[in-house]
């Protein structure tokens, strides 16, 4: 099965409704990383270059990508610049560390 | 020479021993992220959805990935859930700052 | 259009000059995590095992690429073990939060 990772770079004060969103789409692994950003997403009201940023990491199988994407979207959208990006790039294989074989994670409940 | 990068996901507290097996195992590079996880990475024995977790990024030569994986998940595998993943993803080039040039991280010692 | 991802691992008193060329350069969005290294990225000087570092991913168009790889080692090299590394990676798509649509960042102002 082909798999993607989702790294979602967005504002630190919407991780709590992105991640509420995803769990009530079925998504089951998210790995959440403090980070800073400059440029494009930086905050306007914050008084410094650097903002307070979060980043996502999920990995699915490719056919989830566009549904979590939109749920990502949705959840951390305001319109002001800061919102950050969503990118999404190629997985060879995944492994689960507690059954020490491949899986495919965030598969829907079906 | 194809390159691949591989991020693992694992509890905070299995950090040192994954450390210590890949130098033995002759991993000379490795980047290490406090990270936080939730969903099947969770512990279940914090008192809150989120656990901590670490993340670790470590860009070697393609033919490495199988050995490299096998001694992660050796490390870090308790069995029970929040041990997180492994995944394996492909990496066009890397460069070295010190030398200004292409390179091959993580070459075994030979 | 073809897209790539910079991710960079670098001192972390490399950060402030790579940040400001960066910017020179006119790339608009980066992300940077604190994060920790050791083996070949080690410094030296630090009485530990672990160095401190930090990671910058960069999204970017496939022909910018080789323009901000090369920003980035003339702004942290030392020549000196710890440098740290810049790995190209390949990525399928994406998406500004604020538009909700697909964007190429890090497009040059031209």
Redesign the interface.
Known sequence: ME???I????RSDALQAV?SRL?QAG???????????????RNLFTSDW?SG?V?L?I?TAAHEVDAI?KT??DA???????????????????????S?SE?V??RPRS
């Open positions: 798999l993607k990772v790294i979602a770079i967005v991640e769990q998504v089951q692994g998210i790995t959440v990383t403090q980070s800073k950003g400059y440029g494009e997403y650097m940023g980043r990491e990995y994407v990502i979207i951390a959208h305001t319109g002001e610049p800061g919102d950050g990006l969503v990118a999404v790039l190629p997985v060879d294989r995944v492994f689960s560390v507690r020490r899986t994670p965030n």
